[in-house]
């Protein structure tokens, strides 16, 4: 008896992910155009968003995808940013470009931090990370050029003269200062929308099978050839460098610094672990939900002083205790839904004559 032909085929794509991705593509150039009719104080407000996504998604790929459980971001976001203010006030670059030079010192400093966080696991991985971050603020912090222990702020000529802001100014009308906040906008915007492609990409190559494979049972990826430590390594180089260009913008849109602000574990890791958590680790939605979640929170909890943190504290615990997966973890569990599908499926069957 002939068997009848088939032919199989694997995808990721879903019809949920094919009309996010239109509507990503149509609130994307809704984002480009926000300057034009959103009010200063609510761009400024969604670039506090963007940034805090980038940094979610990076600390994401660390920890839910890489199973690097990091307490030190904070690092990478104050030597971007004190890298961007030397560039600047030292060498007279141009922010963007300083911005770029941050980023390029944080993925550097990455390579010597891992060599030595790599040698611990688990919580101590976590400890060895935050004492990075100690170190590396306390040295900071004696950099007498630019303000020592108390800090300093970029020249208010530097910034009204950033690449850019003629441009800005004479095509939209914009005040200088005005169009600053309209280019740090349009930075974070691009940043957090490559972050989230740049994730998505790697988790659907051959090498975010391999990352899958490494956090669930590194000694089992190790069996079939996945070399696990150069794998983390890739992926807490390109962490670094994400967070690092994040802080250098960020603090060139503060325009002051100081070490106690650019190395805040509170502002630029704890948040970032909140948001994570309570939007689904593990998962690209996540972050996003969870970033939403947070801005919401602290708009209406931001007043309440150090009971914005206590509360912020028992709605982590609640959600760790009764949606482990968090929001959007548990909002796919029920409904299946996936905007940003990276897991495989075989789809296919007979061939019809």
Same mark, same amino acid.
């Given at each position: 008896?002939?068997?009848?032909?088939?032919?199989?085929?694997?995808?990721?794509?879903?019809? $949920?992910?094919?009309?996010?991705?239109?509507?990503?593509?149509?609130?994307?150039?809704?984002?480009?155009?926000?300057?034009?009719?959103? @009010? #200063?104080?609510?761009?400024?407000?969604?670039?506090?968003?963007?940034?805090?996504? !980038?940094? +979610?998604?990076? %600390?994401?790929?660390? !920890?839910?995808?890489?199973?690097?459980?990091?307490? =030190?971001?904070? $690092?990478?976001?104050?030597?971007?940013?004190?890298?961007?203010? +030397?560039?600047?006030?030292?060498?007279?670059?141009?922010?963007?470009?300083?911005?770029?030079?941050?980023?390029?010192?944080?993925?550097?400093?990455?390579?010597?931090?891992?060599?030595? $966080?790599?040698?611990?696991?688990?919580?101590?991985?976590?400890?060895?990370?935050?004492?990075? !971050?100690?170190?590396?603020?306390?040295?900071? +912090?004696?950099?007498?050029?630019?303000?020592?222990?108390?800090?300093?702020?970029?020249?208010?000529?530097?910034? #009204?003269?950033?690449?850019? *802001?003629?441009?800005?100014?004479?095509?939209?009308?914009?005040?200088? +200062?005005?169009?600053?906040?309209?280019?740090?906008?349009?930075?974070?915007?691009?940043?957090?929308?490559?972050?989230?492609?740049? *994730?998505?990409?790697?988790?659907?190559? #051959?090498?975010?099978?391999?990352?899958?494979?490494?956090?669930?049972?590194?000694?089992?990826?190790? !069996?079939?050839?996945?070399? $696990?430590?150069?794998?983390?390594?890739?992926?807490?180089?390109?962490?670094?460098?994400?967070?690092?260009?994040? =802080?250098?913008?960020?603090?060139?849109?503060?325009?002051?610094?100081? @070490?106690?602000?650019?190395?805040?574990?509170?502002?630029?890791?704890?948040?970032?672990?909140?948001?994570? *958590?309570?939007?689904?680790?593990?998962?690209?939605?996540?972050?996003?939900?969870?970033?939403?979640?947070?801005?919401?929170?602290?708009?209406?909890?931001?007043?309440?002083?150090?009971?914005?943190?206590?509360?912020? =504290?028992?709605?982590?615990?609640?959600?760790?205790?009764?949606? @482990?997966?968090?929001? %959007? =973890?548990?909002?796919?569990?029920?409904?299946?839904?996936?905007?940003? @599908?990276?897991?495989?499926?075989?789809?296919?069957?007979?061939?019809?004559?």
């Amino acid at each position: 008896m002939d068997r009848q032909p088939t032919i199989w085929r694997v995808e990721t794509k879903t019809k $949920a992910s094919t009309a996010f991705a239109t509507i990503a593509a149509l609130a994307i150039c809704a984002g480009l155009a926000a300057p034009m009719y959103l @009010p #200063r104080a609510m761009l400024q407000d969604l670039f506090f968003i963007l940034t805090m996504l !980038a940094l +979610a998604q990076s %600390w994401n790929l660390l !920890a839910g995808y890489a199973g690097l459980v990091s307490v =030190g971001q904070q $690092a990478f976001v104050g030597l971007g940013a004190y890298v961007m203010f +030397a560039g600047v006030v030292l060498l007279k670059l141009d922010p963007l470009v300083a911005i770029l030079l941050g980023g390029i010192a944080a993925a550097l400093l990455a390579i010597p931090a891992g060599i030595f $966080a790599f040698r611990l696991q688990g919580a101590y991985f976590a400890i060895g990370t935050w004492v990075i !971050a100690e170190i590396v603020r306390l040295l900071v +912090a004696q950099w007498k050029m630019l303000g020592g222990g108390t800090g300093t702020s970029l020249p208010a000529s530097a910034t #009204r003269h950033m690449q850019g *802001v003629d441009l800005v100014h004479h095509l939209f009308g914009f005040r200088p +200062a005005q169009a600053v906040d309209v280019i740090c906008y349009w930075l974070a915007l691009l940043l957090a929308v490559a972050t989230v492609f740049m *994730v998505y990409r790697l988790l659907r190559s #051959r090498h975010g099978l391999a990352l899958a494979s490494v956090r669930d049972n590194q000694d089992a990826a190790r !069996a079939v050839g996945v070399d $696990a430590r150069r794998l983390k390594a890739l992926v807490y180089l390109a962490s670094a460098l994400v967070t690092g260009l994040v =802080g250098a913008l960020i603090y060139v849109q503060k325009a002051r610094i100081s @070490p106690d602000a650019a190395f805040s574990v509170t502002d630029w890791t704890a948040y970032v672990i909140f948001i994570v *958590v309570i939007g689904g680790i593990g998962t690209i939605e996540g972050p996003i939900v969870g970033v939403l979640v947070f801005f919401a929170l602290q708009k209406l909890l931001a007043d309440f002083g150090s009971i914005y943190l206590m509360v912020l =504290g028992l709605i982590g615990i609640v959600v760790m205790l009764f949606a @482990p997966q968090g929001l %959007w =973890g548990l909002f796919a569990s029920r409904t299946g839904i996936q905007l940003l @599908p990276v897991r495989r499926l075989l789809r296919g069957g007979p061939i019809k004559n």
